[in-house]
């Protein structure tokens, strides 16, 4: 298991941008693939973008194509989730996530957690 902290989350206008980080700790950073999740308000949590353990592949949901880059610095032991153009339904406790298998989308194949970092983004 790996212990991962998220940070940058806050409070933005509509069309504006944030940038999140998660620094991972305890074990071999470069082993994990790694995903960024979120849980809006009233809503189960989804994925939003994951990426390989060297950075080579990527995957986002629809609806954060083209606004949202995930990126990692395996020597700094950090993943990053780039947000530009945000909407109100961006709204969401954003979670990162690593994993011992392949890219996924399934929350259950990721088997460490960060507390989560709130983004809010007002109309």
């Known amino acids: 298991q790996v212990q991962l902290v998220e940070s940058g989350g806050g409070l933005v206008q509509a069309g504006g941008s944030l940038r999140l980080s998660c620094t991972a700790s305890?074990?071999?950073?470069?082993?994990?693939?790694m995903g960024w999740f979120r849980r809006a308000p009233g809503k189960e949590r989804e994925f939003v973008a994951g990426?390989?353990?060297?950075?080579?592949?990527?995957d986002y949901i629809d609806s954060v194509k083209g606004r949202f880059t995930i990126s990692r610095d395996n020597a700094k032991n950090t993943v990053n989730l780039q947000m530009h153009s945000l909407k109100p339904e961006d709204t969401a406790i954003y979670y990162c996530?690593?994993?011992?298998?392949?890219?996924?989308?399934?929350?259950?194949?990721?088997?460490?957690w960060g507390r989560g970092t709130q983004v809010t983004v007002s109309s």
């Open positions: 305890g074990r071999t950073f470069s082993d994990y693939v």
């Open positions: 996530a690593a994993s011992e298998l392949i890219v996924s989308r399934i929350s259950d194949e990721y088997n460490s």
């Open positions: 990426i390989s353990r060297l950075g080579a592949n990527t």
